[in-house]
C-alpha cells in the first residue's frame, strides 16, 4: 500500500471510528423488552427491582448432562473419523488470531494439552458413566440442594435498587457446589465418574448463576440506546438500575467496593458504565487498523467490523483468549457456527484436563488457558443478544444462544 493510500484509510476509519462511538445502532423494536422485563414497585410507585420473566425458577440438571453426553459422543466420532483432527483442531484454535504475541512457544505447549485433553474424552465410556446409579444419586442430590437454595435467592431478579447490598449478601452457591464435590469423593471411587461428576456440579452453577449477568448484560443494551421514558423509567431509576447491576458483580471478598457502592449508591453504576464505555472506546482506536472497516457501534460493548473479508462483531471488553491483546470475535455473520464449534472443543478439553497426567499447576496453568478463550466473553455476549434481539434478527438470535451453551437457558428465544 502507498503511502498516500495509508493515509486515506487511516484517515477514513477514524472518522467512522468517531462516528461509531457517537451513534450506536438504531433499534426501535421495544416489545421484546416490555415482554422480557418487569418492573416492580412498592405501593408507593418507588421502584424496587427488575425482574426478567425469561428466567426459569425451576431446576433440573438433566439439560445439562443430555448436552455434555451428546458433545462427548459427537467429539469422540469426529476422533474417531479417517483425517487429521488435530490439525483442524489447532486451526479452530488458532481462528482469527493475529500472531504479533510473543510467547508462542507457551501457546504451542497449551494448544498440545488442549488436544491430549480432547483425546482423553475419547477414551471414556459415555454409557457407563451417565448410566452409573451411584453417580445418578450424586447429581440428583446435588440439583435438590441446589433447587432449595435458588428458590431461596429467585434468580428472575437482576436488578434491585432499594438495597445497595442485595447481591454481595446472596453469593451462597459455591456452598452447595463445596458439599457436592465432597460428597462425590465419599461416594464415587471410580475416577471416570468422580471426575465427571464433579466437573458437572461445577459447571451448572457456574451456569445457573452466570445467567443473571448475561442478562443483565442485555438489559444494559436497552438502557443504553432507549430513552428511560420509552422503557417506563425516569433518569434517576436509570441510573439505580445501573447501581445495582454493578453492585451485583462484586466479589464477595470485596467489602470496600461493596462500601463504595453503597455510599455513592445514586450515581455508582452511571459511573461505572460510562467508564467500561470509555475503556472500550479506547480499545477500538487501538485496534481500528486490524479491520478494513469500522461498519457500526452495536452498544457499549460491541462494534460491527470487516476482517479478513467477513462481518464479525468484535467484543470491546474481552480479548480473543490468552496471549492474545485483540478483541474477541463474538459472532461471524459470514460462519455463524465456526465460534459455537470452538466453545465447544474447549469445553470438552476443560472436562478431559482431569484426566491428563500433568502437575497441579500444569493442570491449573492449562485451564486458565482454556477458560480464557470463552469464560467471560459468553457473558458479555447478552449485550449483542440484546441488540439482536431489539433489531429483530431472529437467526443470528438462535446462533448467538448456541454458542452461549448454556441448556438452563429455556426462554430466551
Request: charge should be positive; hydrophobic fraction near 40%.
Amino acid at each position: 500500500m502507498n503511502p498516500v493510500t495509508s493515509i486515506l484509510k487511516k484517515g477514513l476509519l477514524a472518522s467512522v471510528l468517531v462516528v461509531g462511538m457517537i451513534l450506536p445502532a438504531s433499534a426501535n423494536d421495544l416489545s421484546h423488552f416490555q415482554k422480557r422485563f418487569s418492573i416492580l414497585r412498592d405501593q408507593n410507585g418507588k421502584l424496587i427491582a427488575i425482574r426478567d420473566r425469561s428466567i426459569a425458577l425451576n431446576f433440573k440438571v438433566r439439560p445439562y448432562l443430555e448436552m455434555v453426553k451428546n458433545q462427548m459422543i459427537e467429539e469422540q466420532a469426529l476422533l474417531a473419523e479417517k483425517g487429521n483432527y488435530d490439525a483442524q483442531i489447532i486451526d479452530l484454535l488458532r481462528e482469527d488470531l493475529d500472531e504479533s504475541f510473543t510467547n508462542s512457544a507457551e501457546r504451542e505447549r497449551q494448544e498440545k494439552i488442549v488436544l491430549a485433553s480432547l483425546k482423553e474424552v475419547g477414551k471414556l465410556d459415555v454409557d457407563k458413566i451417565f448410566q452409573n446409579p451411584t453417580m445418578n444419586e450424586v447429581v440428583s442430590l446435588y440439583e435438590n440442594k441446589m433447587s432449595d437454595v435458588l428458590l431461596k435467592l429467585d434468580p428472575s431478579l437482576i436488578a434491585v435498587t432499594n438495597d445497595p447490598t442485595h447481591f454481595y449478601k446472596k453469593n451462597v452457591t459455591y456452598q452447595v457446589v463445596k458439599w457436592g464435590l465432597d460428597f462425590a469423593r465419599k461416594r464415587l471411587s471410580q475416577i471416570p465418574m468422580l471426575n465427571t461428576a464433579s466437573y458437572i456440579m461445577v459447571q451448572v452453577e457456574k451456569l445457573i448463576t452466570e445467567r443473571r449477568m448475561f442478562h443483565q448484560n442485555m438489559l444494559l443494551h436497552y438502557l443504553e440506546i432507549f430513552k428511560p421514558e420509552e422503557l417506563g423509567l425516569t433518569k434517576e431509576e436509570v441510573d439505580l438500575v445501573w447501581s445495582s447491576i454493578y453492585e451485583s458483580r462484586i466479589a464477595w471478598f470485596n467489602f470496600f467496593e461493596s462500601d463504595a457502592a453503597k455510599s455513592n449508591w445514586k450515581k455508582y453504576g452511571i459511573n461505572k458504565f460510562y467508564a467500561n464505555f470509555r475503556m472500550a472506546s479506547q480499545v477500538l482506536r487501538d485496534n481500528q487498523t486490524t479491520y478494513s472497516s469500522l461498519d457500526e457501534r452495536m452498544n457499549f460493548a460491541f462494534q460491527k467490523v470487516t476482517l479478513n473479508g467477513e462481518s464479525v462483531a468484535i467484543n470491546l471488553f474481552d480479548k480473543e483468549g490468552m496471549f492474545f491483546n485483540k478483541p474477541a470475535v463474538a459472532y461471524n455473520f459470514n460462519r455463524p457456527t465456526v465460534v459455537a464449534r470452538k466453545r465447544v472443543v474447549l469445553s470438552l478439553a476443560q472436562l478431559g484436563l482431569s484426566f491428563v497426567p500433568l502437575s497441579a499447576y500444569l493442570k491449573d496453568t492449562a485451564s486458565n488457558f482454556i477458560k480464557s478463550f470463552y469464560e467471560k466473553q459468553r457473558l458479555t455476549e447478552g449485550a449483542l443478544y440484546g441488540y439482536l434481539e431489539a433489531n429483530n434478527q431472529k437467526d443470528d438470535q438462535v446462533r448467538l444462544v448456541k454458542q452461549y451453551m448454556n441448556p438452563f437457558e429455556t426462554s430466551l428465544l
